[in-house]
């Protein structure tokens, strides 16, 4: 489905990422994990056509993404969920959701609505109130049904668990694997590590920008990678 080869991006003169390659097939869902400043939403943001790449390739079935603009890659599937929602909090739950319908044409079937507030009933409830009511909880289940209403093939989540409490995260996380099951190809870049490895067919470990280890999540939990990439590298004493 997605593939980037040798994707590096600059900021200035710092290189956020360098010479990251990855692979997203049909139905997958692939973890990206690494401490911060590691360069993770870097990686979404230029998937999603936010930041543009210093080089590198990028494919969504088999077509170029390097002309494509952030619209563009919406219209073709690829729907991000930012870190911090980006929720317009003035206006109502319901103006909210429809804002991930705009590149669509005509008016979104009243159906796939209600279908959106059958998955997230406590927005539903609250959908003529304005955004600002409500929780953090909410407010991220709000950014994945506005990013769902695009209909993407790709979703991107960027760190959804943060800041939520232990109830609200183990929630996220079933919706997450439900939505995955369902067929839709996910990134998921997130902190926490072990509801990551419990959800991802794959995970990718970046630090400081590069990739340190890859593979299947029961691999990983036993590698040292992962404990370097959060915590650095052992250094000899001087």
Known sequence: ???????????????????????????????????????????????????????????LEGRDLHRASASERVARGIALVPEGRWILVSMSVHENLLMGAWCRKGAVPAGELEAIYARFPNLASRRHMPA???????????????????RPRLLLLDEPSLGLSPLLVQQLFTLIRDLNQEGLSMILVEQNIRKALQVAHRVHVLELGREVAHGEPQSLMASSALHEAYLGRARPAP
Request: glycine share 16%.
């Open 1 to 59: 489905m997605l593939e980037i080869q040798g994707l590096s991006v600059q900021y200035g003169r710092n290189m956020a990422l360098k010479d990251f390659s990855l692979r997203v097939g049909a139905g997958q869902l692939i973890a990206v994990l690494g401490a911060n400043g590691a360069g993770k939403s870097s990686l979404l943001k230029t998937i999603a056509g936010l930041v543009r790449p210093a080089s590198g390739s990028l494919a």
């Open 132 to 150: 600002a009511v409500l929780s953090g909880g909410e407010q991220q289940m709000l950014a994945i049904g506005r990013a769902l209403l695009s």
